[in-house]
């Protein structure tokens, strides 16, 4: 039907969806309001409403949120006011809005640790956007890159560390330069000589996970940035 969901939580209900496609939802993919956590999953295709919309606790790890298309804000994921998501070793990638945040919107709380974002696009924040009464935003070991409608619009209070940015003159450490390219091959993935392969901070390494290829996380000693370990 035209305003079809795959997965809606209520408050209170909990869940795991776990090596799933979710494609083509005729308003969005997923409606959260509980708990819910999306494991080595595909998001993709949404055409209206985007692919993810959360008020709930949400963790999102080695998935793909891909080609979700929003009429408002959040192309790929929009977190709500009181809504708190953990992205974790995922890629955010050819998402569109016709608002704010292409790749993500936040209204809540978000880390985002060691994901990869590019080919967004949105008006305001293609990769993402920060709204000025967010909680917080916590941006780490990731690569925002080549998204069209600059990668990130902060409204509200974004930490951005061990990351490369395109584009980015915020404070933070360990950050690469504003025009670092990460040398992404089609898929995504480092080649050899990027600058962004053992250069993120193990310290922001979620334990247990591995890489969205399903590779061990660390290798070399040093954890590489983005979604992808080479």
Known sequence: GGDAQFVTMDTGTSAKLSGMTLTNGAARDITNHGGLTVANCSITGSNSGGGIVNYGFLQVNDSKITGNVSNQNGGGIANMGGGSINLIDSQVSGNSS????????????????????????AGSGAAFYDAAN?????????????????????????????????????????????????????????????????????????????????????????????????
């Open 98 to 121: 016709a608002g704010s945040g292409g790749g993500v919107y936040n209204q809540g709380a978000i880390a985002i640790n060691n994901c990869t974002f590019s080919a967004n696009s």
């Open 134 to 230: 967010s909680t917080y935003a916590d941006v780490a070991n990731s690569i925002l890159w080549a998204d069209t409608g600059g990668e990130i619009v902060n409204q509200g209070t974004i930490t951005v560390e061990y990351s490369d940015v395109q584009g980015w003159t915020g404070p933070g450490a360990g950050n690469l330069g504003a025009n670092s390219n990460p040398n992404f091959d089609a898929n995504l993935k480092l080649q050899t000589g990027s600058p962004c392969i053992n250069t993120g901070n193990n310290n922001d390494v979620v334990a247990g996970l591995k890489d969205l290829a399903g590779n061990t996380r660390i290798v070399g000693g040093t954890v590489d940035m983005g979604a992808y370990e080479n």
